[in-house]
């Protein structure tokens, strides 16, 4: 005897599977890709998720910061290499504007000045573009829930860092620098601009200005590069 489910009961299903689907929050991500076949690949690979949606990619920073503001989306995946404003000052810049947008790397760099310019710009994550569909999904979804989504390689470069950083704080606790000055000086041993130094810190350009300038005053250098490699070799 064929089993026959009752019409009401089939229709209940279906209004809690939907009942389900309308309670779950779904995360809205913006593209900033300048290569259209990899930013609408990338696109597809979103929508095909029931838990996130994509529908603004921007091929440069320009764009993005004309547009995005309106836009206000949960999470932001962006390039380094743009064309003109590159992808880390676009995420400075879409800092002030999105205080609650989450920012992800997705780029090809491995380099350590990329990675660390990325983080002290903003970005919560850091993903290569060669990542499976998988892994791009759920640090995506790892990224909205409060994490920071990196490939094993990159995170193991972040640890190595503050392994060295913390030995290198050590040395310099003997320089005459205030701490605002080491703070800034260690800003630019990371390969910050000014301008990027200035948002991190919430100081304008001419206060971190002000700043290396006693810097190389205190420590009888000329530039930044004697600068620095002072303050990385004691």
């Given at each position: ?215 190389y005053y205190k420590l009888e250098v000329n530039n930044k ?10």
């Open positions: 005897m064929a089993l026959v489910i009752p019409i009401n009961v089939v229709d209940s299903c279906k209004k809690d599977k939907k009942s389900i689907m309308e309670n779950k929050k779904i995360i809205s991500v913006a593209i900033i890709e300048d290569i259209k076949e990899i930013a609408y690949n990338l696109k597809d690979i979103i929508n095909d998720d029931e838990l996130m949606t994509c529908q603004n990619i921007y091929h440069n920073g320009e764009e993005a910061l004309t547009f995005l503001p309106k836009m206000n989306p949960d999470l932001i995946l962006i390039d380094i290499g743009l064309p003109g404003i590159s992808g880390i000052e676009t995420i400075v810049r879409l800092r002030t504007m999105l205080p609650e947008t989450q920012f992800c790397m997705f780029t090809v760099f491995e380099d350590d000045d990329k990675i660390f310019r990325s983080l002290a710009a903003g970005a919560k994550g850091y993903i290569l573009k060669n990542s499976a569909p998988y892994d791009i999904l759920n640090s995506l979804k790892e990224l909205y829930k409060g994490g920071s989504p990196m490939n094993p390689t990159i995170a193991r470069r972040v640890i190595d860092s503050f392994t060295n950083k913390s030995s290198t704080n050590q040395k310099n606790l003997d320089l005459p620098l205030s701490k605002r000055e080491l703070q800034i000086l260690d800003k630019l041993s990371q390969g910050l601009l000014y301008k990027e130094i200035s948002a991190e810190l919430g100081i304008t350009v001419g206060t971190v200005k002000q700043h290396i300038h006693k810097i590069t004697e600068a620095i490699n002072l303050y990385l070799r004691r």
